[in-house]
């Protein structure tokens, strides 16, 4: 049997850029005269429409605190006519119409009045109580669920993803009743867009932040239905661009290299996951030819355990789980295998550690893997000095315990942002579980300083590439995320890493899976 791991697959295969597509993980969205439209500037004429579709993908906060994602503004160029009466309609038709005038304008919701306000919310069936920044977050939320499941304004966090960056961005639409060469520019936090006369060729997207190539002169193919390819960060450095896996990954290995391939993944609830429609884990199996998978936050139970397992695909058979005994439905790590492993442990042996099922290690012939969630240091940073005083450091003397006989791979969540890079907001997350100084010096001294290499970083030293995105602000499609998950390797068998990559197209959790391929 198959169980179907709920992600949207993209091809991650070098392709040409045609026409311009606007969308959101797995949605490619033509700028179409059919569909909704969204306020724009058009050279030569103020109040024409930019139509188009988009969609997101929201799910539920797993609650533990990861920072703040922030938020994008677009303002608009020219006028607008729409004016703010007929915002609250008294049936359904016109409020669904009032919501599509500011769905796409987050300027108008934050122009509105606490009244105005109010009312929207209760024409929603919304709670409308609170200041006027609580209403208008609340009306925000709200209108960003509504762009879930149906046709919708282009949103201003599509458009926006760098604060106070410019990006340009040509290309090509087709439309209904023909073809459109439209040019979309960004300066600051300002939109417009000039419309040309119908053209044969097709221009390629380009990259550009404050009037600089992001790749030093060098065109970066930037496609709107690919968002890990924004580069979004508040403190870029000189040099720094972002991952794009579809050129920065070497080529496959030929079949006569021996090799093992790693692939780890936080799925933020196994079970719910399961139960989404997607594509089935033969077909990321097929995809990506792992041999071993290690999962992190199954928020299972002892008793789903065997039911998981008969569920599996055929030539993984070899799995261990480790669960949470302390709370129920909490954390969970496991380690899914064709090749079965010499030995296998669960926890670090240390009692105060071993109640959260946050460790299962597999013992292969040439090394130790390490499948891990480490703990959140949580709201208000209440389970800091545990994670830096004792959850750290037992978790680094184990891994050198192992060491003494063979080399070891720690991989998981690891719910660290380590440096500045690996963040899209440093400045405002300093006080943010996950990236505070006390974690950050935790994470040097316990496993880098100790001789574990960081496999990403060390292949690419200058890629601001995320690996977790919080549903909270919708920081996927605007690429403002985390790099939380790893691959740690001891020093001895560093150079024998081929490719340590992230798969940022693959969905259905709030963080992506990440690889590791090791030469034997």
Known sequence: MLCSFAVKARSLRSRAFSPLTVGVMGSKRLLSNSSVSASSTVEGKTDKKLKGLATADLNSDEGEVKGNGGKGKVVEQGKNDNKEQGLVGTNQNSK?????????????????????????????????????????????????????????????????????????????????????????????????????KPSQAIRKASLVIDGKDANDGVN???????????????????????????????????????????????????????????????????RENFDVLCLQETKLQEKDVESIKHSLLEGYENSFWTCSVSKLGYSGTA???????????????????????????AEFDTFYLLSAYVPNSGDGLRRLPYRITEWDQSLSNY????????????????????????????????????????????????????????????QHPDVVGYTYWGYRHGGRKTNKGWRLDYFLVSESIADKVYDSYILPDVTGSDHCPVGLILAL
């Open 96 to 196: 669904e119409g009032a919501f599509k005038d500011i769905m796409g304008d987050p300027g108008r919701i934050n122009a509105m009045t606490v009244q105005q306000l109010k009312a929207a919310l209760r024409n929603a069936g919304l709670p409308a109580k609170g200041c006027k920044s609580e209403l208008v977050s609340a009306l925000k939320g709200y209108l960003d669920k509504q762009l879930d499941g149906e046709s919708s304004h282009l949103g201003d966090e599509q458009l926006s993803s760098i604060s106070a960056q410019s990006i340009s961005v040509t290309g090509k639409t087709k439309t209904l009743s023909g073809e459109l060469d439209a040019k979309i520019v960004m300066k600051g936090k300002k939109l417009s867009i000039k419309e040309k």
């Open 220 to 286: 970066v193919p930037m496609i709107q239905s690919e968002p890990w390819t924004i580069f979004a960060h508040k403190k870029p450095q000189k040099g720094w661009i972002a991952y794009n896996p579809r050129i920065m990954r070497p080529p496959p290995l030929t079949g006569d290299t021996k090799c093992m391939k790693l692939m780890s993944w936080n799925v933020n609830g196994l079970r719910a996951l399961l139960k989404l429609e997607g594509f089935s884990v033969l077909e990321l199996a097929k």
């Open 335 to 361: 380690i899914i295998s064709r090749i079965k492993p010499l030995s296998v442990r669960y926890g670090l042996g240390i009692s105060d550690h071993d109640s959260e099922g946050r460790l299962v290690t």
């Open 399 to 458: 891994m050198k315990e192992l060491e003494k006989s063979k080399p070891v791979i720690l991989t998981g969540d690891l719910n660290c942002a380590h440096e500045e890079i690996d963040i899209h907001d440093p400045t405002g997350n300093k006080r943010s579980a996950g990236f505070t100084n006390e974690e950050r010096q935790s994470f040097g001294t316990n496993f880098i300083s100790r001789g574990f290499v960081d496999t990403f970083r060390k």
